[in-house]
């Protein structure tokens, strides 16, 4: 009895030590919380300094909840709300810095930045509440969780363009501007990059203009999009190596939509993944939401179309990787670029698990961006720099309850 009596007090001095901990990690967050709250208000020169710790505390909150999150559900839900705080003061530090210095980095621009801190790897606190199982739809099952570096390579002139590389092949295409029918092919990314604006490459002239940065190449072949004067939108398949068009096709859309609002120049968007030819598209002019069709890579058919439910406006560029749309999203005044509405086709991926991800700081806005699926990579041409973005992937959870597209509150 007595023992039983023992044992019970040292759990319970135990279960107090316990909360004693956690309540003075409670009142460390908060206190750290308050602190940094203050510091907002007095100093905005120093924003970016404030972003690092932001970002280190952002960490340690994410790490503190998944340590506690099992047994503690209270404490969890505490930690969520100062994690929640943290988001609203890493967005107000955004607009802080919008406010003060939105080309902070332009002076650094024609260095190599890497940026190995990037993509704040969130904790996976779903794990275990859902099931991992493989997409039955397709073996494509990565979804991006973030950006593991950002690599400015050069700056080609126009403040507009696009760049790729062929997932097949190293080679990369340069579409200088927002329309032509010149493209620039180089041998390989550090061909370009070694080399004085577009010497050294292999100057395309194509039969028609291609019109917008919605280009893609694939496989030897180029598809663009084409529109003359008073012409309806068509996507054209031009191969590279014989340098003939291969095959046209209409698209379902009408004349002068634009897709994204923040970039009237693109009338339609191609782009690559993993399963393929993707074209995100308007139909209408009062549509105010993207469409997304399959095509055949071959044939240039339209195999099936969604609505992504993804809003055009605000909109800057979007890519699709294994079958989901990201669409990212940007200001006027150009901010900070973020990935803010996915559509999955497959249904593999739930909302909740989409990630809104943060375009590592730079100082413009994205004409294009283009995903490579072979390297993981993104190619984006940011006021006439050429950028590559280097992602981290991790497996899609399949969704119990299936929601197709999530769209994070603006
Ligand atoms: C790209 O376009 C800009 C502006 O039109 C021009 O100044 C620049 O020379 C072009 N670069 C190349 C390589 O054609
Ligand atoms: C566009 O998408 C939103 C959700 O993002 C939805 O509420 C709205 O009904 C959609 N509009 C149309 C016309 O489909």
């Known amino acids: ?19 004693n901990y956690y309540q003075s990690l409670m009142d460390y967050l908060e206190n750290r919380l308050l602190a940094i709250e203050d510091r907002m208000q007095m100093c905005h020169e120093q924003a970016h300094q404030y972003r690092t710790e932001m970002l280190d505390f952002k960490k340690l909150t994410s790490e503190a909840v998944t340590g ?57 606190v779903l794990e275990g509440d859902w099931e991992e199982l493989q997409s039955k739809v397709s073996d494509c099952v990565e979804m991006i969780s973030g950006f593991r570096s950002v690599k400015i390579l050069k700056r080609i002139g126009s403040p507009k363009g696009m760049w790729t590389r062929d997932p097949t092949s190293s080679k990369v295409y340069i579409f200088n501007g927002t329309s032509g029918d010149t493209v620039y092919e180089f041998k390989s990314v550090r061909d370009f990059s070694r080399s004085p604006g577009a010497t050294g490459s ?3 002239h194509l039969p028609s203009d291609w019109t917008g940065p919605g280009s893609a190449v694939y496989n030897g072949y180029l598809y663009y999009i084409n529109q003359e004067t008073d012409t309806d939108v068509q996507v054209v398949k031009y191969d590279l190596m014989s340098g003939s068009v291969t095959d046209t096709a209409m698209l379902p859309m009408e004349r002068h939509a634009s897709l994204y609002t923040l970039n009237p120049e693109t009338v339609a968007d191609l782009a690559v993944d993993d399963e393929g030819l993707w074209l995100l598209f308007i139909p209408t002019h009062s549509e105010p939401n993207i469409s997304l069709a399959k095509m055949d890579t071959a044939t240039l058919d339209i195999e099936q179309i969604w609505d992504t439910r993804c809003p055009r406006d605000n909109a800057e560029a979007a890519f699709v990787v294994c079958g989901t749309v990201h669409v990212v999203y940007n200001t006027r005044l150009a901010s900070r670029s973020r990935v803010q509405c996915v559509f999955d086709v497959n249904d593999a991926m739930v909302s909740e698990e989409a990630p809104l991800l943060y375009f590592p700081r730079r100082y413009g806005a994205h004409a294009s961006l283009k995903y490579n699926p072979e390297e993981k990579q993104l190619y984006g041409w940011d006021d006439g720099y050429q950028i590559i973005y280097r992602l981290t992937i991790k497996k899609k959870l399949l969704a119990l309850q299936k929601r197709k597209a999530f769209l994070f509150k603006k």
């Open 1 to 19: 009895m007595k023992l039983l009596f023992v044992l019970l007090l040292s759990r319970a001095w135990t279960l107090i030590g316990a909360q």
């Open 202 to 204: 292999r100057t395309i």
């Open 68 to 124: 506690l999150r099992n047994d503690h559900s209270v404490m969890f839900k505490d930690l969520e709300g100062a994690s929640a705080r943290a988001d609203l003061v890493e967005r107000e530090m955004d607009y802080v810095e919008t406010q003060n210095s939105p080309r902070a980095c332009a002076n650094k621009a024609d260095k190599v930045l890497e940026q190995e801190a990037w993509g704040l790897q969130e904790r996976d």
